[in-house]
């Protein structure tokens, strides 16, 4: 088992990596709500996927840094991974909202002995199936996880685990975690991160349910990711 050397009194220092593609309706909001005087907070990272909107220039007059990419989630987390100077990575979506106190979070899971972790799901609605859906997420199971939970890990931890595998154009993550799973343990800190219903908006509530259902089966029997990538794209608009 992975032992976390971030265990003594090393302080952190936290490099934040948010991939992009035309988010314009959300990159200023989240730089500002994360953004800190705190020494811990060392950077700010927006690898863009090739916007065609003022993802980027929006990024730039908030003194952040850029980093271009093509379009591939995977692809674009390694990049930013690969630029930063923190001894943690912390991988958020440009519509996600962690909690405030996520500096004070991530630092006191690391203390605890995790290498690793993510928030539960907090959705901004008052939707009682979507709550049901947050509910489930408190529970170590990999079928309740999720990008948009958000993700940190220690540098030398995600140097270990040899990074996102860039062949997967879909569940990245998930990927990812289950590569984790046989180093170190999750930690799921006991807090919501703030997810934007745009895809239940734009389908319904039963349609992204069942496809996240019928994609994740398809994840468990192996199917290749370009094929679950593909099948996703066809059940949603």
Excluded at 90 to 109: G, W
Aim: proline share 2%; aromatic share 12%; hydrophobic share 40%.
């Amino acid at each position: 088992m992975y032992q976390n050397n971030l265990l003594n009194n090393s302080p952190i220092r936290v490099s934040v990596i948010i991939p992009t593609l035309n988010e314009i309706e959300h990159i200023q909001q989240i730089i500002e709500w994360i953004s800190s005087a705190d020494k811990r907070l060392l950077e700010i990272i927006i690898v863009d996927g090739g916007s065609t909107d003022q993802t980027v220039s929006i990024a730039k007059k908030l003194c952040t840094i850029i980093v271009r990419s093509e379009a591939s989630r995977a692809i674009q987390m390694n990049k930013g991974a690969r630029v930063a100077q923190g001894n943690v990575l912390y991988f958020l979506h440009a519509d996600t909202r962690p909690p405030k106190s996520y500096l004070n979070d991530i630092e006191s899971s690391i203390k605890s002995g995790f290498s690793y972790g993510c928030y539960r799901s907090l959705f901004d609605t008052k939707s009682r199936k979507m709550k049901m859906n947050a509910f489930f997420t408190r529970f170590n199971c990999l079928m309740f996880r999720g990008g948009d939970q958000s993700l940190y890990v220690t540098r030398s931890f995600f140097d270990l685990t040899g990074a996102f595998d860039e062949s997967k154009e879909i569940m990245e993550e998930y990927y990812w975690l289950r590569k984790a799973k046989g180093l170190g343990d999750l930690a799921i800190i006991p807090k919501g991160c703030l997810i934007s219903t745009r895809k239940y908006d734009k389908n319904s509530y039963f349609r992204i349910n069942l496809a996240n259902l019928y994609v994740f089966m398809l994840f468990n029997l192996g199917i290749s990711s370009k094929t679950i990538a593909e099948t996703y794209r066809k059940l949603l608009h």
